[in-house]
């Protein structure tokens, strides 16, 4: 039997990253579990982050931002990103930063992959800043790609390890492979 | 060092779901992996589907939309949603199906929670149809539920065992609590 527990926004597992902004000419980074892809081709991504935060200055003044997927050995930093704010502390120095061809949004080397993007469009729900963007560049550290027939493969999920977490605020790690996706069909 | 590989969209993990819409009278649900937490208060949500899916037809002519999250129990059936339209086979029929207070959102019985969402705003861009939703209300079931002093608790995500899914085609479970939202700060 189902209870209704009312406007609870249950979704889960929740994804981390560090949303990146270039705010008064230093990268920023704020912990987000407000993300989501939107779209293969065209690569789209959505985030969303309080109006009042820091990162959305730069966002909104540069119209670019980075997502950066951190691992599990990353977390005790991740955590601390989403507890202080950019106007108390300079995170920059927490990471090795670095800029791709759009310039203005800083990426993290620690993290197997960053990607690069560029607002689309910027909607206001109550306190609620949802960003559209679309991925101009996804950066890839060499060690979690292949060579597999001739192409460029990443990692699986095992070993890009990233950092899950759920409402009820605890993080979790990723498990193990269970299927291909439209193989698993019912015969 | 990081290889740029273009616009690839690489946000993982992917959190699976099947997406509820009632299309001609019947529900219908879709897989997806394109979809995200936008905030807890006010509770809202994100999906996004092409254009042409039948389910997009009901989510546009009711302006509402259900999110239903599925165990790994689940993930022949899950899978299966994703492979055929509801142009072409009943799904309704593969789910015990029920509505909530909005009546037009058909859920799935067998989920641990379904998500009722109304549909606050819908933008296309290209052929992506991204919704942004409130949650109306959260049905989650009773064997998930605990009270912990005096207050209901949700299973933690061991338990709700969601499907992952990755660009590289994989479907994942979930792995092991690592961690306590703002306590793992640096200290």
Known sequence: ?????????????IPIALLGAQVHGK????????????????????????????????????????????TTSMLSVTDTCGVFSGREVDKSAWFDNFYGELQS???IQECPVSL????????????????????HCAYVDEAY???????KQIADL???????????NRYYSIGQ??????????R
Do not use: W
């Not at 039997?1 to 597992?13: F, Q, R, W």
């Open 116 to 135: 690069e993007c560029r607002m689309l469009q910027n909607t206001l729900i109550q306190h609620r800043q949802i960003f559209i963007g679309e991925v």
């Open 158 to 168: 095992t070993r890009l390890d990233p950092i899950l977490y759920a409402l009820d």
């Open 27 to 70: 990268p920023n980074y704020a912990t987000v579990g407000d993300l989501g892809l939107m779209g293969i081709n065209p690569a789209l991504v959505c985030v969303s982050s309080h109006r009042d935060h820091y990162t959305n200055i730069g966002i909104l003044e540069h119209g670019t931002f980075s997502l950066n997927f951190p």
């Open 105 to 107: 949004a800083p990426m």
């Open 145 to 151: 790609l292949s060579q597999v027939e001739g192409k």
């Open 177 to 186: 492979p269970i299927g291909v996706g439209y193989q698993e069909a019912k």
């Open 1 to 13: 039997m189902k209870i209704p527990l009312g406007k609870i926004p249950y979704v889960y597992p």
